[in-house]
């Protein structure tokens, strides 16, 4: 799930031509802790989701939606032709992975709403 998030937050970044410490610095944070964000190696608030699509002047569905994926995806299937086995089984695990950092990222929110 954090891996999702994180690759893309980095392809947001990368798209806006941004490093690491330029994002790292408007978010007040080391590189390092921005790093593990994009790696997914730590966990993600939904205060943090909203920050980083702040400075990356993107809507927070931008980075927690995977519609353009999808949409590559099937192109890719129709270019090669049928999708093997393997890419249906990942791409489906995909899907399940977005859906749950969704589930998680709702109920952050709820948190935060009743708080």
């Known amino acids: 799930m954090n891996e999702?998030?994180?690759?893309?937050?980095?392809?947001?970044?990368?798209?806006?031509?941004?490093?690491?410490?330029?994002?790292?610095?408007?978010m007040n944070c080391t590189r390092q802790k921005y790093a593990r964000i994009e790696k997914g190696l730590i966990d993600i608030s939904y205060a943090s989701i909203v920050t980083i699509s702040e400075i990356l002047e993107v809507q927070v569905e931008d980075i927690t939606s995977l519609v353009n994926n999808i949409n590559q995806?099937?192109?890719?299937?129709?270019?090669n032709g049928d999708c093997i086995r393997e890419d249906k089984f990942a791409y489906i695990m995909e899907m399940i992975d977005t859906f749950y950092a969704h589930r998680k990222l709702y109920n952050s929110v709820r948190q935060v709403n009743v708080e």
Do not use: M, Y
């Open 73 to 79: 995806k099937q192109l890719i299937c129709r270019r």
């Open 4 to 26: 999702i998030l994180g690759a893309r937050i980095r392809f947001l970044r990368e798209s806006k031509g941004l490093t690491q410490e330029q994002v790292a610095e408007k």
